[in-house]
């Protein structure tokens, strides 16, 4: 598909104009937010779903215990929405929701989203030696795509450090293995805001999880919904009614506007050489915005995973701390990490004991790094 010309210009200030408003990962994740917030039903009084939230915040840690839980989907990703700072899109292959409870008030203090991991990665190919047999690591590797801690939970209790650990339990693994019918025996994920911070929630993590290095992350951020539905029809439009990806395609969103980008700079390439180039420097400019994110990975307890996902061997072997990956033992890790830090906020008045939700009301009161 070729552009005319006015066209072409059209198209490219559309973008240009959306993506120059960002000079920081940051400040594009606040205007997602914003967009996404309004959105969000407003629940009527004693019927608010951020009750199903905990929220007791002079519970001590040691009093704590928590369990593994399912919810519906939709009230899965509207209390996610309501507590992310980030907008994350669904993406294809495997995907398991699940949220932690606190179990003496049944209310949640996280959310996990489970998912394929990248097809490759620096920090693996590394640690691994070369890339992974692909067929093996697809059955036996699982990636963290969301891990939410509600908040101040979090803040006053280092919740988001039990999430992860717990993405690292035997009980979640054998979710997994009974979901997908598999062993599985890697974990990886990776911290949200990259550079800007100089640690990361899974830093002090071991043995459930390790540094492995900095991604070598470079792309285009998605456009806001508004903009990408308005775009994405004026171009199904100039392109005769016909759209410009195949109606099947998976990732949708996402192959859809890199084929936008791609038709504006093929069409003004063709029609304008002045306007190609600056076009093209205002796209390789918004990807700058995208940082290196620090990459840790878990192999919950085995000793021989590196083996196993280069096709050495198919039987695992555990190590000697492998039961330290019981969920029940993950729990005490937690507390005596959680009581150190949540008897430091107290004794320098810094509790927080108001529920963190995302809302018209709210939207300049929290940080949108936490």
Request: proline letters at 3%; a positive charge; glycine letters at 6%.
């Amino acid at each position: 598909m070729i552009l005319e010309k006015q066209d072409a210009i059209y198209a490219a200030t559309k973008f240009m104009k959306y993506f120059e408003n960002f000079n920081r990962i940051d400040d594009y994740f606040r205007t997602r937010k914003i967009e996404r917030v309004k959105n969000i039903p407003v629940g009527l009084p004693g019927l608010c779903i951020e009750d199903d939230m905990f929220q007791d915040y002079d519970m001590h840690p040691e009093d704590m215990n928590f369990k593994i839980s399912q919810v519906p989907a939709e009230v899965f990703d509207t209390l996610l929405e309501k507590t992310a700072s980030f907008t994350h899109e669904n993406a294809p292959g495997k995907q398991v929701k699940i949220v932690i409870k606190e179990t003496n008030t049944n209310t949640i203090v996280g959310f996990i989203k489970l998912g394929s991991p990248l097809i490759n990665s620096k920090p693996r190919n590394d640690y691994l030696g070369g890339v992974p047999d692909l067929p093996i690591f697809n059955k036996r590797a699982i990636m963290g795509m969301v891990i939410v801690s509600v908040q101040p939970f979090g803040f006053n209790t280092n919740g988001g450090k039990l999430l992860a650990a717990i993405c690292n339990s035997h009980a979640v693994r054998r979710m997994l293995n009974k979901k997908y019918d598999t062993e599985f025996c890697l974990f990886e994920t990776s911290s949200l805001y990259g550079n800007i911070k100089g640690g990361s929630m899974y830093d002090g993590l071991r043995p459930y999880l390790r540094y492995k290095g900095d991604t070598q992350s470079k792309f285009l951020l998605t456009l806001g919904e508004d903009i990408y539905f308005e775009m994405r029809d004026w171009f199904t439009e100039k392109n005769g009614g016909e759209d410009l990806i195949h109606k099947g395609a998976s990732s949708r969103k996402l192959k859809m506007q890199t084929k936008m980008v791609g038709v504006i700079k093929s069409s003004l390439k063709l029609h304008d050489a002045k306007a190609h180039k600056l076009f093209c420097t205002a796209m390789d400019k918004a990807s700058d915005v995208t940082t290196n994110k620090r990459f840790y990975m878990g192999e919950y307890g085995y000793s021989n995973v590196r083996d196993v996902l280069l096709g050495k061997t198919k039987n695992l072997v555990k190590a000697e701390n492998f039961d330290r990956f019981e969920l029940e033992n993950i729990i005490l890790w937690w507390k005596k990490n959680a009581t150190k830090r949540y008897n430091n906020v107290v004794a320098d008045g810094r509790v927080r004991k108001e529920l963190e939700v995302w809302n018209s009301d709210s939207m300049n009161k929290i940080d949108i790094i936490r």
